[in-house]
T-cell receptor, first 115, second 114 residues
Framework: AQTVTQSQPEMSVQEAETVTLSCTYD???????LFWYKQPPSRQMILVIR??????QNATENRFSVNFQKAAKSFSLKISDSQLGDTAMYFC????????????FGTGTRLQVTL | DAGVIQSPRHEVTEMGQEVTLRCKPI?????LFWYRQTMMRGLELLIY????????DSGMPEDRFSAKMPNASFSTLKIQPSEPRDSAVYFC????????????FGQGTRLTVV
């Protein structure tokens, strides 16, 4: 079974500051993929960043980066230089590489960027 | 590629009516997922397919829900008969299980059953 846990229901950050969203997971698979999705009020699910579990190097995409700790099964998202447009729900997700593996989501963190 | 395409974007129907939601995955993707999102329950995985074959439908809430994937480019989620508690946003997502696995979502269908 796969589980993804996001323990921060809501967070707030001031514009231009840095914020970190937490995610822990559990899986019995040796190889898997981890994702962060952003869901703005438009409800569109937007892929922000992905990490392959067999790669030790943390993924980065412009202002977004992850801290992937495989042994601790932790996958946090850091947003640098926060912008008002970053206001959204953020979901952490896990997808195993097995053909029977499902895409499992956490409960989400609502991020508010303020002036 | 146009991305994952869902139709309709919005659906309002009366209780007891049949509802069919449609999804066209990204060309070349071999996995397809159907999710339901509500305020109370968040994102729930209803069913997923791999190479057009249903792998796990344990998330389908009741027998009123059914899903098919007749080919690699089309899937449907049907609710018959619909009930007000089925009101939610239904998402379809597709992914490619390969060298670069990514999962992409459609824009969702907002279903309202009155």
């Amino acid at each position: 079974a796969q589980t993804v846990t996001q323990s921060q229901p809501e967070m707030s950050v001031q514009e231009a500051e840095t914020v970190t969203l937490s995610c822990t997971y559990d899986t019995s698979e040796n190889n898997y993929y981890l994702f962060w999705y952003k869901q703005p009020p438009s409800r569109q699910m937007i892929l922000v960043i992905r990490q392959e579990a067999y790669k030790q190097q943390n993924a980065t995409e412009n202002r977004f980066s992850v801290n992937f700790q495989k042994a601790a099964k932790s996958f946090s998202l850091k947003i640098s230089d926060s912008q008002l447009g970053d206001t959204a729900m953020y979901f952490c997700a896990l997808l195993g590489t097995g053909t029977a593996s499902k895409l499992t989501f956490g409960t989400g963190t609502r991020l508010q960027v303020t002036l | 590629d146009a991305g994952v395409i869902q139709s309709p974007r919005h659906e309002v129907t009366e209780m007891g009516q049949e509802v069919t939601l449609r999804c066209k995955p990204i060309s070349g993707h071999n996995s397809l997922f159907w999710y339901r999102q509500t305020m109370m329950r968040g994102l729930e995985l209803l069913i997923y397919f791999n190479n057009n074959v249903p792998i796990d439908d344990s998330g389908m809430p009741e027998d009123r829900f059914s899903a098919k994937m007749p080919n690699a480019s089309f899937s449907t989620l049907k609710i018959q008969p619909s009930e007000p508690r089925d009101s939610a946003v239904y998402f379809c997502a597709s992914s490619f299980r390969g060298a670069r696995t990514e999962a992409f979502f459609g824009q969702g269908t907002r279903l309202t059953v009155v």
